[in-house]
T-cell receptor, first 116, second 113 residues
Framework: GAVVSQHPSWVICKSGTSVKIECRSLDFQATTMFWYRQFPKQSLMLMATSNEGSKATYEQGVEKDKFLINHASLTLSTLTVTSAHPEDSSFYIC????????????FGPGTRLLVL | AQSVTQLGSHVSVSEGALVLLRCNYSSSVPPYLFWYVQYPNQGLQLLLKYTSAATLVKGINGFEAEFKKSETSFHLTKPSAHMSDAAEYFCAVSGSGGNKLTFGTGTQLKVEL
């Protein structure tokens, strides 16, 4: 149980284009989902917290207009990187909050984004 | 506010030897503490968590960690390392009752024959 998937697992795009990443909780409903980015050999940095049916809460320094987050249902959250640039290249990881205990998050396998 | 410090970005042990990965935390509220493991190009897997119950927490794959409030530490140990334990390990903290995780910078564990 408690499986979180991400799609795609990797994506290469041209500078200026937009990329959408999906995060799904496969066998449970997640009121809250989280989006992280991880640079090579570094830790995870929380980008935003997304609650189903409401606007995402972005961390300081994260551009909400550039990283659009939608949490349309209890099993799906999407992150859209708009007008991507090479500096947006990173490993993006989502997690879903456990419905049983607030402190537990289940992580997806991540999406590797390379912007050329 | 919470923060986590992981001492040692790289730790190398021999197969069969004790694994000790250090984590110190800072928190203005009673903390919840976590250890996650990440294999290359994969997401994070929860090893164990402390949520104010027993101070010695046992997790998966033979790992355990002890919460020491006086030392603000939550070090991860395993009595005998296995080659499959080679991975990146992250310590994380959240405020009790909260769900926002703050991660440490990670420790790369290498297991040698």
């Amino acid at each position: 149980g408690a499986v979180v998937s991400q799609h795609p697992s990797w994506v290469i795009c041209k500078s200026g284009t937009s990329v959408k990443i999906e995060c799904r909780s496969l066998d449970f409903q997640a009121t809250t989902m989280f989006w992280y980015r991880q640079f090579p050999k570094q830790s995870l940095m929380l980008m935003a917290t997304s609650n189903e049916g409401s606007k995402a809460t972005y961390e300081q320094g994260v551009e909400k207009d550039k990283f659009l987050i939608n949490h349309a249902s209890l099993t799906l959250s999407t992150l859209t990187v708009t007008s991507a640039h090479p500096e947006d290249s990173s490993f993006y990881i989502c997690s879903a909050g456990s419905p049983n205990n607030q402190e537990t998050q289940y992580f997806g396998p991540g999406t590797r984004l390379l912007v050329l | 506010a919470q923060s986590v410090t992981q001492l040692g970005s790289h730790v190398s042990v021999s197969e069969g030897a004790l694994v000790l990965l250090r984590c110190n935390y800072s928190s203005s509220v009673p903390p919840y503490l976590f250890w996650y493991v990440q294999y290359p190009n994969q997401g994070l897997q929860l090893l164990l968590k402390y949520t104010s119950a027993a101070t010695l927490v046992k997790g998966i794959n033979g790992f355990e960690a002890e919460f020491k409030k006086s030392e603000t530490s939550f070090h991860l140990t395993k009595p005998s390392a296995h080659m499959s334990d080679a991975a990146e390990y992250f310590c994380a903290v959240s405020g009790s009752g909260g769900n926002k995780l703050t991660f440490g910078t990670g420790t790369q564990l290498k297991v040698e024959l």
